[in-house]
Nanobody
Framework: QVQLVESGGGLVQAGGSLTLSCAAS????????MGWYRQAPGKQRELVGE???????NYGDSVKGRFTISRDNTKNTVALQMNSLKPEDTGVYYC????????????????WGQGTQVTVSS
């Protein structure tokens, strides 16, 4: 199995910055896409940003130009730099990995972290 550990959430004022980090560990055979999703109270989980193994990125429309996603393939980590934060960025941020566990998964599948709370005050 693949385990994901997130860190870096917290409380920040509007206009501030935060960096989230996620580390994948366990019996990893291969990781394709790594990314971040978020869920605000009463809303569906939505894409924040994702990055492929070759470095291609994709962002949700609401964060384009403010957030930057990056990954370290040698360490199986992904980071999300969040700038110019707004109150509407508040929510639980989840790390997601599309990968295969050695000896367990026949196909690539999604693995999710436990989530980290980000609260942006106005």
């Amino acid at each position: 199995q693949v385990q994901l550990v997130e860190s870096g959430g917290g409380l920040v004022q509007a206009g501030g910055s935060l960096t989230l980090s996620c580390a994948a560990s366990g019996s990893i055979f291969s990781i394709n896409t790594m990314g971040w999703y978020r869920q605000a109270p009463g809303k569906q989980r939505e894409l924040v940003g994702e990055v492929t193994s070759s470095g291609g990125t994709n962002y949700g429309d609401s964060v384009k130009g403010r957030f930057t996603i990056s990954r370290d393939n040698t360490k199986n980590t992904v980071a999300l730099q969040m700038n110019s934060l707004k109150p509407e960025d508040t929510g639980v941020y989840y790390c997601k990995v599309f990968g295969r566990s050695r000896g367990v998964d026949l196909y690539y599948r999604d693995y999710w972290g436990q989530g980290t709370q980000v609260t942006v005050s106005s």
